[in-house]
DNA sequence: CTTAAAACCACCCGTTCGGGGAATTGACAG
DNA sequence: CTGTCAATTCCCCGAACGGGTGGTTTTAAG
């Protein structure tokens, strides 16, 4: 099967180039495209796809933020960022937000379609030789990650909805945008809210989101 | 001049025996008596007290969340955490905090004021002999959380009064709380958290809050 | 003294929150 | 098939939020 793959950037044309390089190879096909950081985290979640490669500035949301709900929402996909600057202090977030890569657009596209499949293979370290480009590996947390939030939900005794719900809440979102993001009526959320609020013994949003930051997201 | 104390406790029969008790002595007397939390922050930056005594379990707003906001509104104030239990995971809250010690509620009258006087002295550690007493000194933050909240303040050109307000925001406060917090109107408080939104550049009092507790907060 | 910046306060107004009750759906055990 | 339990959705409604405009006072700088 081939690598699936979604495509992040505002710009259509080098959306719909990249995409055409891409047809020439066999193992690696677009599956969506996505305009900005919401469409790229909404069109994650109904295609699936094994690498999302995101710009880091889009409008709407950028590309960090849709990094982050990306790896909640769709915690297989394997992310990779791309970029103009390399040293962009932004590479370190990106990073920690779950990207396992990033990518200059300036990159040969032979060491780009390199990275792609290195990506895809779960190999997260550079190559030597691939010189101009930066590339570096998802912080050891993972694992990790996934312990805390075990511990988070049945220290809150969280269903898995909450907590995802929660992530979208400490990204900052309304109920409106989360209601588009997991695709659920407003009024979904805001049960799913007062039972945080509750659970969480809070008694607003901003509270929980602190909470959040502090013991999972971080 | 003597030690100027605040106390903070739910209840009005510990406060006044612990006010009868520091009647007896020359060197320390009691400014102000606060219910909850709120009170206690209130009371602290009205009366200015060196000390202030908080129970850890208040009504309104609990002893931890109160010792940050001191930290944050009355920067020169040493705070002691009051409780029951020594082994409360609480412990390590208080002294991040803010908090320059923890006191059990059954420790010994002598052993309490030599703790009071230890800590006007800035004498953080726990004398070896106060066997029952839980103490600690204050993380080795104050110098650094000041060159954090600097370089915060002038990496977003944000003014002292905004940065306060931030402070509160990241306990979850609402406006009108806020308000009450600094004796201001809640319209002011609404125009500092408009140039807040805008120089933090994000759009809804959550947002920021995330950002204040991940830049400054921790 | 003049100017500028910061801080403060107020009113209007539309949107969003957050709590309450109640109806619908789907899954799943009895 | 049916009870029932959780998840979802809708409606109502008061409170809080966030934006805009305008105005006064205080402080600092020239």
């Given at each position: 099967m081939p690598l699936r793959l979604l495509i992040a950037d505002n710009e259509r044309l080098f959306r719909q180039s990249l995409r055409k390089l891409l047809e020439g190879t066999r193992d690696i096909r677009v599956v969506a495209e996505a305009a900005d950081g919401q469409e790229a985290v909404l069109k994650a979640q109904s295609t699936q796809p094994d690498?999302?490669?995101?710009?880091?500035?889009?409008?709407?949301?950028?590309?960090?933020?849709?990094?982050k709900l990306m790896a909640s929402l769709v915690p297989k996909?394997?992310?990779?960022?791309?970029?103009?600057?390399?040293?962009?202090?932004?590479?370190?977030?990106?990073?920690?937000a779950g990207a396992m890569g990033y990518i200059l657009k300036d990159a040969d596209q032979k060491d780009f379609l390199d990275i792609l499949r290195n990506a895809y293979l779960g190999k997260t370290h550079a190559s030597p030789y691939l010189a101009n480009l930066t590339i570096s590996r998802r912080p050891g947390q993972p694992r990790t990650a996934e312990d805390r939030k075990g511990q988070f939900i049945e220290k809150y005794n969280l269903?898995?909805?909450?907590?995802?719900?929660?992530?979208?809440?400490?990204?900052?979102?309304?109920?409106?945008?989360?209601?588009?993001?997991?695709?659920?009526?407003?009024?979904?959320?805001?049960?799913?809210?007062?039972?945080?609020?509750?659970?969480?013994?809070?008694?607003?949003?901003?509270?929980?989101?602190?909470?959040?930051?502090?013991?999972?997201?971080?």
């Open positions: 690498i999302a490669l995101l710009d880091v500035r889009m409008p709407k949301m950028d590309g960090i933020k849709a990094a996909i394997k992310i990779l960022m791309l970029s103009i600057h390399d040293d962009d202090e932004k590479i370190i977030s990106a990073l920690r269903t898995e909805q909450e907590l995802k719900i929660l992530h979208l809440l400490a990204e900052g979102l309304s109920n409106e945008e989360m209601s588009r993001m997991v695709n659920l009526s407003r009024e979904t959320i805001k049960m799913h809210l007062k039972a945080l609020f509750r659970k969480l013994q809070v008694k607003n949003r901003t509270e929980a989101a602190v909470l959040a930051v502090r013991e999972i997201v971080g």
